[in-house]
């Protein structure tokens, strides 16, 4: 399949010098308050998989289909050479028609069905496999699958000492797969929270996967994949250097062999979340003065016409007023709702903000991904209009590395990319 091609045709390629601010100008001067509008930009895309050769050049990235099922977002971590994660048959084909190779797909999906195993065996595609129901029904009808070994894992005591004691759980699923004759190549750390913030867990986690492997070779495996998991912080703030100290510290000193080893690790939100900016107007307000003083506004709610999501900010919800403050009121404490459904769900609290007009336009950033891991949906309010950019320079780049096998020898052989991963932050001037 020709992606380039098809990309060439659902995107607008603009000039290095436009920047996100003044496209979101041109969508708030021409756009309606009634249509929410998603704009796409893939430079953040390249740069977020450049930042993560340089920090992580021993961890292959494969994207989470889930997180953002964008086509022209998968068509570029394609053209990336970026592995795929998958969780359903719908996934597994949609990347399959992008002419990924089945080598470079894995199924992770707890307590998979008959079907869908039955479907993955047609087209080869590696599974993540946590319990014994699971490895018997992987003998019935994929016994030549390969299998990762998922095992969870926290530095704290867990309570649920069966499921969480890597150790315990790993040699039973190792033994049975010994008894059943499954070819496990390996294993794949599942996060018990969304979000791993404590970093340093990484390299805890290299140190139990050295140990599993350890006990997989006395049963005569011999182990070659391993996924670190996901959970890294997407959004313009991540740094991926924050978990990349920790996860190389790890390899090099549980895994300082490297031929015939691949470790991968989960990418979804990192790439995506960055990439997607919401702009949404305020479809209407309510106004709740303070009963002492008449005068004075103690609460504003404002409706959305469209659903934003928190992003991994500990801060929450933030919204850029997309309006000079010259022009606005006096500040004061504010809710903003969003659509569910036939009515408006609470998205943030107590937030200050100056006293908006009801078609002023707030902007969101980070909209790429959804927190709770599913794909972003468009169902949600008014069906935004979806703008995708790119900028000329990456477009070129996109371009060369659609006519390479190795896009990971021009990334790191250009001093342009090697610069230029850097994602800016919006700021209203």
């Known amino acids: ?23 979101i100008d041109q969508l ?52 990336l050479d970026c592995g795929f994660v998958c969780a ?13 190779d089945p080598n470079w797909i894995i199924l992770s999906q707890p307590e998979i069905s008959v079907e869908l195993l039955k479907f993955a065996r047609r087209k080869s595609v590696k599974l993540m496999v946590d319990s014994e129901d699971e490895l018997h029904q992987i003998q019935q009808y994929y016994p030549e699958a390969e299998i990762l070994i998922r095992f969870n894992f926290k530095s704290t005591q867990a309570t649920d000492v069966d499921n969480y004691d890597p150790d315990r759980k790993c040699q039973r699923l190792l033994n049975l797969s010994r008894e059943l004759a499954l070819n496990v190549i390996g294993w ?35 182990f070659r994949l391993f ?12 740094n991926v250097d924050q978990f990349a100290v920790h996860i190389n510290q790890g390899l090099d000193e549980f895994f300082p062999e490297r031929d015939g080893l691949t470790f991968i690790a989960d990418t979804g939100k990192l790439y995506s979340a960055a990439a997607v900016t919401v702009v949404t107007a305020i479809c209407d307000k309510q106004i709740f003065q303070n009963p002492k003083l008449p005068a004075q506004i103690e609460r504003i709610f404002y409706y959305l016409n469209y659903r934003v999501r928190a992003g991994d900010s500990k801060e929450g ?5 997309w309006k000079s403050l010259r022009n606005c009121r006096a500040m004061c404490k504010a809710d903003v709702f969003g659509p569910v459904g036939d009515g ?22 980070d909209q790429g991904c959804s927190l709770r891991g599913v794909s972003v949906r468009l169902d949600e309010g008014s069906s ?3 703008v995708v950019v790119i900028r000329r320079t990456m477009w070129e780049y996109l371009r060369l590395f659609a006519n390479t096998s190795h896009p990971r020898q021009l990334i790191e052989g250009s001093k342009y990319l090697q610069k230029e991963w850097k994602i800016d932050k919006l700021i209203y001037e």
């Not at 993560?52 to 990235?61: I, Q, S």
């Not at 719908?90 to 990924?100: P, Q, R």
């Open 188 to 222: 794949c750390w599942s996060n018990i929270e969304p979000d791993c913030s404590n970093y340093s867990i990484l390299y805890d986690v290299l140190r139990k996967g050295r140990e599993i492997v350890d006990y997989a070779m006395i049963l005569g495996f011999s």
């Open 88 to 100: 359903s048959r719908a996934e597994i084909g949609k990347i399959l028609s992008l002419g990924v």
């Open 1 to 23: 399949m020709d992606i380039l091609n098809i990309l060439k045709h659902q995107l607008e390629v603009v000039d290095d010098s436009v920047s996100t601010k003044q496209l």
């Open 317 to 321: 919800v933030k919204p850029l007023v």
């Open 384 to 386: 935004p209009t979806s």
């Open 227 to 238: 996924s670190i998991g996901g959970g890294f912080a997407g959004g313009k703030d991540a």
């Open 344 to 365: 408006f769900v609470c998205l943030e609290r107590d937030m200050v903000l100056p006293e908006l007009n009801v078609s002023d336009f707030l902007v969101f950033e």
């Open 28 to 79: 708030v001067s021409t756009g309606s308050p009634e249509q929410p509008v998603r704009l796409v930009e893939l430079d953040n895309v390249v740069k977020r998989h450049c930042e993560w050769l340089h920090h992580l050049p021993r961890v292959h990235p494969f994207y989470n289909v889930q997180c953002n099922d964008d086509s022209r977002i998968l068509g570029t971590a394609v053209l």
